[in-house]
């Protein structure tokens, strides 16, 4: 998968193979992507591979290059997010989608879950966070920053009330019948 990182140990004499993560970052900002790119940049076991401004390089450039994990906006030009991760999944790249968004609609986050994204960050979050996922992510979990946690946790909620409160309704009104 990754690039190979050797680290040797001075008191115990032998060295420590640590694989190297291969990111690719997709964002229509190149401001937010040199962000990016310098927060990762102190770490040891990520690399940075490349990264594009539109969907239609990502496809592009995946076709020809491999990456362990993709950094996904939804909102790019030529071909959106979803239509990128889409393309991806038809057509059986194995790399892993983290998607990166200003957009945290409960709808949108279910639809990129469902077609196989495997994290999901809201832009507000902080740069920890995008370190942490690419960690979780790379080690074959599901990451969600913490906003997207509870936005999820809340509809989850109130829709198991509502599921509950029409059920009691509905036996309610059975049983006067």
Request: charged share 20%.
């Amino acid at each position: 998968m990754g690039t190979k990182l050797v680290l040797f140990s001075h008191k115990f004499g032998t060295g420590k193979i640590l694989e190297k993560i291969k990111v690719y970052i997709a964002d229509d900002h190149q401001l937010l992507i040199d962000g990016i790119v310098a927060v990762l940049g102190s770490e040891k076991n990520i690399e940075v591979v490349g990264y594009s401004l539109n969907g239609e390089s990502v496809i592009n450039w995946f076709k020809t290059n491999t990456a362990d994990i993709l950094i996904l906006d939804i909102n790019m030009p030529k071909i959106d997010g979803v239509g990128v991760l889409q393309y991806f999944f038809k057509n059986n790249f194995q790399q892993k989608v983290i998607i990166l968004s200003s957009y945290d609609d409960t709808k949108l986050i279910k639809e990129v879950l469902k077609i196989g994204a495997s994290g999901f960050l809201a832009k507000k979050c902080a740069a920890e966070n995008i370190i942490e996922a690419i960690n979780v992510v790379y080690s074959g979990e599901q990451y969600f920053s913490k906003s997207i946690q509870d936005k999820l946790i809340a509809t989850f909620t109130n829709n198991a009330i509502k599921n509950n409160r029409e059920s009691i309704e509905s036996s309610f009104f059975n049983s006067l019948t």
